[in-house]
């Protein structure tokens, strides 16, 4: 029976004492399953997308593998789904800037597309918390954290945000802490 090997190992046959040689080692099924979660439903949306010949849609999803693969090959390491979720939010972030720009600029077809990519990106994100929701999160930060004024606020956005990441805007969330802590 063949064996699984992880990908991001090479076997050397020329190691030198001063780096360390790594081997080619077997997956286990909790590291699959674990890397398999968010990359492995956008993998699927794109060979989707591929099928049904939705060419915009293909390029938006492609444009997310590679901002992965790209911090994947930097850094050398495996995005967990934390911080997928934070370069879905940066890249919404972006797009969101580019679409009020093309919006001033009177450029429709440009913010049409922005608009389009958002909306496909938005659809690997967890559902959106409503505005009760985020003010009960605000609430709990500052009485955990103990926060009096808006010298705390560090503390309280440090509580808060990786309760919110991809589920809030994480500038519209510290405005209502600054407005909180303010009052």
Not at 14 to 37: G, I, V
Not at 100 to 114: G, H, I, M
Not at 115 to 121: M, Q
């Amino acid at each position: 029976m063949p064996r699984r090997y992880n990908a991001k190992t090479v076997a050397s046959s020329d190691c030198t004492k001063r780096l360390p040689c790594r081997r080619l080692l077997p997956h286990t099924s909790a590291q699959r399953m674990s890397e398999a979660n968010l990359k492995a439903r956008i993998t699927e949306a794109m060979k989707d997308a591929m099928r049904a010949k939705d060419k915009k849609r293909l390029g938006v999803i492609r444009l997310i593998l590679a901002e992965v693969k790209r911090i994947e090959v930097d850094e050398r390491i495996e995005i967990p789904d934390n911080r997928m979720l934070m370069v879905l939010d940066k890249m919404i972030k972006q797009r969101r800037d580019s679409l009020k720009q093309f919006e001033q600029a009177k450029r429709q077809d440009l913010a049409d597309q922005e608009s389009f990519e958002i909306s496909v990106i938005q659809e690997y994100l967890p559902q959106s918390l409503t505005a009760d929701e985020i003010t009960t999160l605000i609430e709990q930060a500052i009485a955990q954290s103990g926060a009096e004024s808006v010298k705390d606020m560090g503390k309280v956005m440090g509580v808060l945000k990786p309760q919110l990441q991809g589920k809030a805007d994480i500038g519209a969330v510290s405005a209502q802490v600054k407005d909180r802590l303010l009052n």
